[in-house]
């Protein structure tokens, strides 16, 4: 098998050909023509049930994740199809409650009327020994968002499958190439490819990837029923830039790193986690299934408005509220009602030059 560069420069390749672009551009098509068959089988008929852009994708990241993918319009995208397609009234669902703010929500709101029976519990556990009993979806998110804790995933997988649910990962903090949750026991990886996959802060992307072709089927009609679809031309886009996320992620670990380093034992700073750090809590159950480490940390500073002048003083660090770009940026997650520390800092180290931003941060600290 391919290594991770090779296989994010050339996934979803076709044949090479004399006098064809390296990678064919984007399919623009509302209706396509039809055969004059009552037999469509396998070929495209309307853009809103598949287009070749679409499948280049999929192709790539399913191989990256081990399974099937489908590409959705978000992450929030990605995680509503889920839940919508395999949630029916009443039934049990199991959630972390240190999770990314907006899934919780989605339930809460948006799936009110199943009346769902929601069990939550924090990533790092501990797990009672009946939480997953008559559950029909088990979703986790490891590292967490915007904690950092991580759970074991194949542990909990075999525990919810005993249990006769469905174990789902939100894989968005970790990537593919990060950790393979497919390989570890997870039936459906979901993440929101806004973040490190697209990398550059200007697409809005997600994807499911499974492992049963049943279950990809139906999670296929229901987005081609409810119209989730991706754009082929930001599909295209994101396609193009996934062929530097191995270089990326390399330099963003690179960062994060040295600057976990940096900020172990401030003065003006506390709580630094970063789960490929020996002495982070998550280190060791996250060195057995992580395959590498990604660029997102996180610490505290004393209040809000330390943390608005850390950023006015910081030259390089913008404030923004996603992750796994090539710029560094700061997310103050209390702003948006995570149960978190008013100075509590989700910070996604970029791909500038590891001495600059270090020096960077420190100076904006000290100014």
Known sequence: ????????????????????????????????????????????????????????????????????????PSGMAAIGTLLRAVLHAGDVLVLPTDGYYATREFVRTELAELHLRVREVPTAGPFPDDVFDGARLVLLETPSNPGLDVCDIAALAERAHAAG????????????????????????VVASDTKALCGHSDLLLGHV????????????????LSGAIPAPFETWLAHRSMATLDLRLARQAENAAALAEALSGHADVTGVRWPGMPSDPAHEVASRQMRRWGGVLRFELRDAEAVERFVNRSHLVSGATSFGGVHSTVDRRAQWGDPVPDGFVRFSAGCEDPADLVADVLAALRR
């Not at 309307?46 to 999929?58: D, I, K, S």
């Not at 789902?168 to 459906?188: C, H, Y």
């Open 209 to 224: 990837s499974v492992r049963d072709e049943e279950l990809a089927r139906l999670l296929g009609r229901v987005r081609t």
């Open 165 to 188: 649910a469905l174990l789902a990962v939100d894989n968005t903090t970790a990537t593919p190439l990060g950790q393979r949750p497919l390989e570890l026991g997870a039936d459906v």
């Open 1 to 72: 098998m391919y290594g991770d560069g090779t296989r994010c420069v050339h996934g979803g390749e076709t044949e090479p050909a004399a006098g064809e672009s390296f990678m064919p551009g984007p399919v623009f098509a509302a209706p396509y023509h039809l055969g004059g068959s009552d037999r469509l089988g396998d070929t495209d008929f309307y853009g809103r049930g598949g287009n070749p852009t679409w499948r280049a994708l999929e192709t790539a990241v399913g191989d990256l994740d081990g399974g099937t993918c489908l590409l959705l």
